[in-house]
């Protein structure tokens, strides 16, 4: 086995490349989680992690009113 050394500048990083890494995989066992509970809940993973979020912990998109436009864009 060949086991090649790393470049000074490079050395610094191998603690970052790991927390990388499991933060990957925390998110991939988390998904994984949330889908499960969908398919058995028989609902979209979308509404699985909106129904996990709960009532009032998101904020609905809306789109401003056409007169606001003017308002905002000096129109």
Do not use: Y
Not at 5 to 29: H, L, M, N
């Amino acid at each position: 086995m060949n086991v090649r050394v790393k470049p000074v500048r490079w050395q610094g990083s191998d603690e970052a490349i790991r927390a990388v890494q499991v933060a990957f995989d925390v998110e991939e066992t988390v998904l994984e989680a949330v889908r499960k509970a969908a398919f058995e809940q028989h609902v979209s993973t979308s509404d699985q992690i909106r129904q996990g979020a709960g009532p009032g912990d998101h904020v609905q998109a809306q789109a401003p009113a056409p007169d606001g436009l003017a308002q905002w864009g000096g129109l």
